[in-house]
């Protein structure tokens, strides 16, 4: 399953559509306890990055995407 990180910037609908399309499944969530459910992850891109940013650092979603990439306290 592939997880959609909603950091309220994205653009959730063309990501999920197109996963749909593929018939790949998929969950979209600003929580990393549910995030952890899924093998691989999509960070929706956005034109102004530095915002975006700034927002995953405020809700902890840095930190989630840290621990998975680098392999910190991930089981």
Same mark, same amino acid.
């Given at each position: 399953?592939?997880?959609?990180?909603? %950091?309220?910037?994205?653009?959730?609908?063309?990501?999920?559509? /197109?996963?749909?399309? =593929?018939?790949?499944?998929?969950?979209? !969530?600003?929580?990393?306890?549910?995030?952890?459910?899924?093998?691989? %992850?999509?960070?929706?891109?956005?034109?102004?990055?530095?915002? /975006?940013?700034?927002? =995953?650092?405020?809700?902890?979603?840095? !930190?989630?995407?840290?621990?998975?990439?680098?392999?910190?306290?991930?089981?």
């Amino acid at each position: 399953m592939i997880g959609i990180i909603d %950091y309220g910037m994205g653009n959730l609908h063309s990501v999920s559509k /197109a996963l749909e399309r =593929l018939g790949i499944p998929y969950l979209v !969530s600003d929580q990393p306890q549910e995030l952890n459910q899924a093998n691989g %992850y999509i960070l929706p891109g956005v034109g102004a990055f530095p915002d /975006a940013m700034a927002t =995953l650092e405020q809700t902890g979603m840095r !930190s989630f995407l840290d621990e998975f990439v680098y392999g910190k306290n991930r089981s």
